[in-house]
T-cell receptor, first 112, second 113 residues
Framework: QKEVEQDPGPLSVPEGAIVSLNCTYS??????FMWYRQYSRKGPELLMY????GNKEDGRFTAQVDKSSKYISLFIRDSQPSDSATYLC????????????FGTGTRLQVTL | DGGITQSPKYLFRKEGQNVTLSCEQN?????MYWYRQDPGQGLRLIYY???????QKGDIAEGYSVSREKKESFPLTVTSAQKNPTAFYLC????????????FGNGTRLTVT
């Protein structure tokens, strides 16, 4: 079993829809949670960065962490065609030299 | 603009040749990382460096080598010992190695034939 599981998609939604992207994990020591957006042939771009449980909102994006369920989500409101990309979740433990563990990514397609 | 520059964007090599991928950052970050990305496998850590003149193996270091002689630079050499070198290689950095998020370059696509 992988330490971080992420549905690869593709997920296709119409423009304006609310998108929900999710990751589950098995390591209860993870404390820091990130979401990255990656366009084709580009490097991942940091979207959201959260510590421990709770919600964080930034514009159309909301990140949610539920440590009791070992489940994190990224919500995108009013989705746009420019949101079409692969979304990677990543997480790490606290401490020196903590390495990130990535999900495999969910490909999102927002259609007109 | 601060950022991470990887060059070249595309690289082609013949089997049996060593090749070096460049990574430069002007973010004044202490820690730098090399990842490999293959379809359906996510990002896998090759090597990382928390400080100049020091680096550690990641999960898939075999067939790769690195150096960290300057804070800004962390080149990756893909040697002929790497059995399946064709991949998308990503360099990343972070302010320190504890908890700050990673920032990525735009990658180098290496094709070995």
């Amino acid at each position: 079993q992988k330490e971080v599981e992420q549905d690869p998609g593709p997920l296709s939604v119409p423009e304006g829809a609310i998108v929900s992207l999710n990751c589950t994990y098995s390591n209860s020591a993870f404390q820091y949670f990130m979401w990255y957006r990656q366009y084709s042939r580009k490097g991942p771009e940091l979207l959201m960065y959260t510590y421990s449980s709770g919600n964080k909102e930034d514009g159309r994006f909301t990140a949610q962490v539920d440590k009791s369920s070992k489940y994190i989500s990224l919500f995108i409101r009013d989705s746009q065609p420019s949101d079409s990309a692969t979304y990677l979740c990543a997480m790490s433990e606290t401490g020196t030299a903590s390495k990130l563990t990535f999900g495999t990514g969910t490909r999102l397609q927002v259609t007109l | 603009d601060g950022g991470i520059t990887q060059s070249p964007k595309y690289l082609f090599r013949k089997e049996g040749q060593n090749v070096t991928l460049s990574c430069e950052q002007n973010l004044n970050h202490d820690a730098m990382y090399w990842y490999r990305q293959d379809p359906g496998q996510g990002l896998r850590l090759i090597y990382y460096s928390q400080i100049v003149n020091d680096f550690q193996k990641g999960d898939i270091a075999e067939g790769y080598s690195v150096s960290r002689e300057k804070k800004e630079s962390f080149p990756l050499t893909v040697t002929s010992a790497q059995k399946n070198p064709t991949a998308f290689y990503l360099c990343a950095s972070r302010l320190d190695s504890r908890s700050s998020p990673l920032h990525f370059g735009n990658g180098t696509r290496l094709t070995v034939t």
